[in-house]
């Protein structure tokens, strides 16, 4: 069996390393709970994108930058890419994406920065967002 965290949990796996300890708690819990629940095992992509991407990791990371310019272009990328995607959870990744993600991109210190850093994920925030 092949286990996945989905596709925006595999692309920040792959491609966000500073996600792995975050990502690794959320596994282990998801583990944890299965067990006692006697349940099958699964992850839900709303403890990805809170308990892993934004509040531990795209917080510090916009709030360091321009020393972090090369980190938050990933981070950016990897939402966009994650937000565009057509695959199975699509519709519960968008919307976490957005309401979690994306929101708080708007906010004037960091509209600033996807602006000059992700002009493509800026024009998706107006979009999706209605700005």
């Known amino acids: 069996m092949t286990w996945s965290l989905g596709l925006l949990g595999d692309l920040m796996w792959m491609r966000l390393p500073e996600t792995?300890?975050?990502?690794?708690?959320?596994?282990?819990?998801?583990?944890?709970?299965?067990?006692?629940?006697?349940?099958?095992?699964?992850?839900?992509?709303?403890?990805?994108?809170?308990?892993?991407?934004?509040?531990?990791?795209?917080?510090?990371?916009?709030?360091?930058?321009?020393?972090?310019?090369?980190?938050?272009?990933?981070?950016?990328?990897?939402?966009?890419e994650a937000y565009l995607a057509d695959h199975p959870d699509q519709d519960a990744t968008r919307y976490m994406l957005m309401h979690y993600v994306l929101y708080n991109l708007q906010e004037p210190e960091y509209r600033r920065i996807v602006e000059e850093v992700d002009p493509e994920l800026a024009s998706l925030m107006d979009s999706v967002m209605g700005s």
């Open 20 to 80: 792995r300890p975050f990502l690794a708690q959320r596994i282990a819990r998801a583990v944890e709970d299965a067990i006692d629940q006697r349940r099958e095992l699964w992850l839900l992509v709303g403890d990805i994108v809170t308990g892993a991407l934004w509040r531990p990791v795209m917080c510090p990371t916009l709030d360091d930058y321009p020393r972090t310019r090369d980190r938050v272009a990933a981070q950016l990328r990897v939402v966009r």
